[in-house]
């Protein structure tokens, strides 16, 4: 299953229209300016979960399956806050601004759905920076495909690994919601919705090399522009 | 093209304890549907909620490859005589590609327990462009909805092989909506279907025997 160990594979299965890699190619050339701001950068290191102390796991869950939920849960963020940012950025138009808002209000329930499974063992929302692909419509739409093909990819890998079937049902519910979306974007980006006769899943290796590779999570809040405070104490 | 591992599953005897128990549960669901034979069977699988095994893989296959097959039939009735053009020509000929390649893994999967090519009659849906879009998007729909109401019950390994093709489905069904001008995706989770009404879900589209 595991068979994208090789990250360069990986990006042209995945990232078949180079999305990603032209992402972080971007992120690499503002890399500078960015360490000049301070920022630290978490990549990879954002998207580990955290593992929950003790065997208690959310509503009686198996610990696996509360793993495999929160690493989940960090990638429905991740689509959630990139389209909530698109559509208020205004920067889309037509089919795409419609597509967006439904697909955005679709991920968004997807990641309420995980808090609440996962109650207090639920991981926070890392903060993004989604590196301007949510002003411009293009480039929203080509990050928009390589996130869904990545979440069909991830949800696959994992879904034969969820112990209980309540989670395994509702697991592949979304799976192949997030692979309606994919052919959707596709469609609007005007590349060919459904590549290949089969879907190749993902190890949660290769999606976090993917997704630490765009740096589009940071490990804390923009503080670019924010003043300190006048007063202090 | 590369196909997912499934499993050959024909060399495996069929858990007699398990198909009884399927047997006894389907008389109880018997209805006019099950007087088609290919139903029938169907409705077997319907109410075997036994947990995963070999035996049990081989009769949720047998039902796929009917979903295949239907799928293959149908795209290639529409392709000859639903006067396509454009983007939804190239829809349907992509989509029969994918569901020669995914019958193939089927049936090289069932190997020996492979049923033989059912019958179709699928009336005016392949006969014009807008009953054949209508039409795909409910068998698209079906083909993802059948696929997930099964996850629970396949063995971990025929799931993961499973999985390489329910996706592709969804794809071809936001595909088609959205060249029809429809809402992409619709619903939030996808809501599977049972063996039954999947089932029932062919005979509509057409699928006879």
């Known amino acids: 299953m595991d068979s994208f160990e090789h990250s360069a594979d990986f990006l042209t299965t995945v990232d078949r229209d180079g999305a990603l890699a032209e992402t972080r190619s971007h992120a690499e050339r503002t890399l500078s300016r960015r360490r000049l701001f301070g920022m630290t950068l978490a990549g990879a290191g954002a998207i580990t979960i955290a593992r929950t102390a003790g065997a208690h796991a959310a509503a009686g869950l198996p610990a696996s399956d509360v793993d495999i939920l929160n690493y989940a849960l960090v990638l429905e963020y991740l689509q959630a806050s990139f389209y909530t940012e698109a559509e208020r950025s205004g920067a889309l138009t037509g089919k795409t601004a419609e597509a967006a808002r439904i697909v955005g209000a679709t991920e968004r329930a997807h990641v309420k759905a995980f808090l609440k499974l996962l109650g207090s063992q639920a991981v926070k929302r890392p903060t993004f920076d989604f590196q301007g692909t949510t002003e411009q419509q293009r480039p929203f739409l080509k990050t928009a495909v390589a996130f869904e093909d990545l979440a069909v990819a991830a949800y696959k890998g994992q879904a034969p690994k969820l112990q209980a079937n309540p989670v395994l049902a509702a697991a592949v519910g979304i799976h192949s919601v997030e692979a309606r979306h994919a052919a959707w974007m596709r469609q609007l980006f005007g590349i060919t919705p459904a590549v290949d006769a089969f879907d190749r899943p993902a190890s949660r290796r290769s999606i976090n090399r993917v997704v630490a590779s765009t740096q589009f999570i940071v490990s804390r809040p923009k503080l670019t522009g924010r003043k300190k405070p006048e007063f202090t104490g | ?209």
């Open chain 2, 1 to 209: 093209m590369r196909q997912p591992e499934f499993q050959r599953l024909d060399e495996r005897t069929i858990d007699v304890r398990s198909s009884r128990r399927a047997l006894l549960g389907a008389a109880g669901a018997v209805g006019a549907l099950a007087t088609i034979p290919v139903v029938g069977r169907m409705l077997q699988l319907g109410a075997a909620s036994a947990s995963p095994s070999k035996a049990q893989d081989v009769k949720i296959l047998q039902l796929v490859l009917q979903l295949e097959y239907t799928q293959v039939a149908f795209y290639e009735q529409a392709l000859r005589q639903a006067g396509l053009t454009g983007d939804l020509r190239h829809f349907a000929r992509t989509a029969l590609e994918h569901e020669r390649q995914h019958l193939a893994a089927i049936r090289k999967a069932l190997g020996a327990k492979a049923g033989a090519k059912p019958r179709f009659d699928f009336g005016q849906k392949t006969r014009s462009a807008p009953a054949f879009t209508q039409a795909a998007i409910q068998l698209e729909d079906i083909a993802v909805a059948g696929y997930n109401g099964q996850a629970t019950n396949l063995t971990k390994g025929t799931l993961a092989a499973a999985a390489e093709i329910v996706s592709v489905e969804a794809r071809h069904a936001a595909w088609v909506r959205a060249i029809a001008g429809q809402v992409a995706a619709p619903d939030p989770v996808d809501e599977p279907m049972t063996a039954k009404q999947a089932a029932q879900g062919l005979h509509e589209i057409g699928l006879r025997t």
